[in-house]
């Protein structure tokens, strides 16, 4: 049962646009949600998160979106840069817990 | 400050020996987690240690065991290898606070093989 879902294996934008990836989740109990950018040969590294009683964190060119009526997040890169080419997953915690349920990933391209 | 590091980082076993992968935390961070990063999939959560006991763990056997040590740095010990362990494994270390916010650094891991 995966209880975080990226639907999207692969997204390719041209530099200077807009990235939108787009992660969805089942669990209400999820109230902790965190992005994680990840380049070949290195651990996922932390790129921002987001409360549940938030509903948008904005961090430089990262803008995280969070519709828990829809029980969905999205990452908003602004503007993309090549430098951004990673995969990139989604992650959640439910509350009172300590264990991060993570998405499989989706691989961002950035096309110079 | 250093970060997250795990040794080693390429380790090739065959089916029904035992391994011992280790990571030492970022400093001051008082948390460290394992997880599995199978191909094609997100890490999926295996145990998490907090000053020294265990602190929460995922879907996995029994002869996936770990230990915190007093300096915060861990070992993750798999008994009785199975081809499906083959993985990316991942340590990660944090700090856990009152606010609850205690955003996971992340090793570079280490890639088992199982053969």
């Known amino acids: 049962d995966q209880q975080v879902k990226q639907n999207s294996p692969s997204l390719s934008v041209q530099e200077g646009r807009i990235s939108i990836l787009n992660c969805d989740y089942t669990n209400s109990m999820f109230d902790y949600f965190l992005w994680y950018k990840k380049y070949p040969a290195e651990g996922p590294t932390f790129l921002i998160s987001?409360?549940?009683?938030?509903d948008k964190n904005e961090d430089g060119r990262f803008t995280v979106f969070l519709n828990k009526s829809a029980k969905h997040l999205s990452l908003h890169i602004v503007p993309s840069q090549p430098g951004d080419s990673a995969v990139y997953f989604c992650?959640?915690?439910?509350?009172?817990?300590?264990?991060?349920?993570f998405g499989t990933g989706t691989r961002l391209k950035v096309l110079a | 400050e250093t970060g997250v590091t795990q040794s080693p980082t390429h380790l090739i076993k065959t089916r029904g020996q035992q391994v011992t992968l280790r990571c030492s935390s970022q400093s001051g961070h008082n948390t460290v987690s394992w997880y599995q990063q199978a191909l094609g999939q997100g890490p999926q959560f295996i145990f998490q240690y907090y000053r020294e006991e265990e602190n929460g763990r995922g879907n996995f056997p029994p002869r996936f065991s770990g230990l915190q040590f007093p300096n915060y740095s861990s070992e993750l010990n798999v008994n009785a290898l199975e081809l499906d362990d083959s993985a990316l494994y991942l340590c990660?270390?944090?700090?856990?606070?009152?606010?609850?916010?205690?955003?996971?650094?992340f090793g570079p891991g280490t890639r088992l093989t199982v053969l």
């Open positions: 987001i409360s549940s009683i938030k």
């Open positions: 992650a959640a915690r439910a509350s009172g817990t300590y264990k991060y349920i």
């Open positions: 990660a270390s944090s700090l856990l606070a009152a606010t609850g916010r205690n955003e996971q650094f």
